[in-house]
């Protein structure tokens, strides 16, 4: 059955860039059905898409985040990553890796998901 | 960005009892909806897809309906368990989720 996990630090600081990996367990990041994406969850702003990426490296991104947004894949690895530039407070939020069903699909994985808390 | 909009914020129901929650899109998303169900310190747990299908494991007391604008999950007889919190989200545009509504014990 097919898993993942966020990893990642817990704090970082306003202006930086808040960095996160998700491990894939159960089966294999390249298979040509899947795409991966990452969401996150705040009391603010509530759940948020993020993005998704294709094995293939194929990736889309939310139009409100997409200047800062970072989706990669790395299937030696089996495993994708979250990268966001120039942090601030408002990203602060509790961040899931996911498997959507396609491109812009429901989600039918879920990770735990990790807290993020951008302070000084 | 197609907003979505749940009513009630909170429901207040009793074990055994039917659960009716509505979510509506700003413009139409035809059947491109979700439901998931939320439980304190987890992860969202997708419940019906395509406005009306059941995710793999979700029992038969959970069911959808609606088109374009309108959509309802109902919960045919409440479990201890059903008290969480219910999000939809429309796919037919970039994803985009409601603010929720928590089904509480009456």
């Known amino acids: 059955q097919l898993q993942l996990q966020e990893s990642g630090p817990g704090l970082v600081k306003p202006s930086e860039t808040l960095s996160l990996t998700c491990t894939v367990s159960?089966?294999?990041?390249?298979?040509?059905?899947?795409?991966w994406g990452w969401i996150r969850q705040s009391p603010g702003k509530g759940l948020e898409w993020i993005g998704s990426?294709?094995?293939?490296?194929?990736?889309y991104y939310n139009p409100s985040l997409k200047s800062r947004v970072t989706i990669s894949v790395d299937t030696s690895k089996n495993q994708f990553s979250l990268k966001l530039s120039s942090v601030t407070a408002a990203d602060t939020a509790v961040y899931y890796c996911?498997?959507?069903?396609?491109?812009?699909?429901?989600?039918?994985?879920w990770g735990p998901g990790t807290l993020v808390t951008v302070s000084s | 960005e197609i907003v979505m909009t749940q009513f009630p914020a909170t429901l207040s129901v009793s074990p055994g009892e039917r659960a009716t929650l509505s979510c509506r899109a700003s413009?139409?998303?035809?059947?491109?909806l979700a439901w998931y169900q939320q439980k304190p310190g987890q992860a969202p747990r997708l419940l019906i897809y395509?406005?009306?299908t059941r995710a793999t494991g979700i029992p038969a007391r959970f069911s959808g309906s609606g088109s374009g604008t309108e959509f309802t999950l109902t919960i045919s007889s409440l479990q201890s368990e059903d008290f969480a919190l219910y999000y939809c989200?429309?796919?037919?545009?970039?994803?985009?989720f409601g603010q929720g509504t928590k089904v509480e014990i009456k």
């Open positions: 996911a498997r959507p069903r396609d491109v812009l699909g429901p989600t039918l994985i």
């Open positions: 990426i294709y094995y293939s490296g194929t990736t």
């Open positions: 159960g089966g294999s990041i390249s298979s040509s059905t899947y795409y």
């Open positions: 413009q139409s998303v035809t059947s491109n």
């Open positions: 395509d406005a009306s």
């Open positions: 989200q429309q796919y037919n545009n970039w994803p985009t």
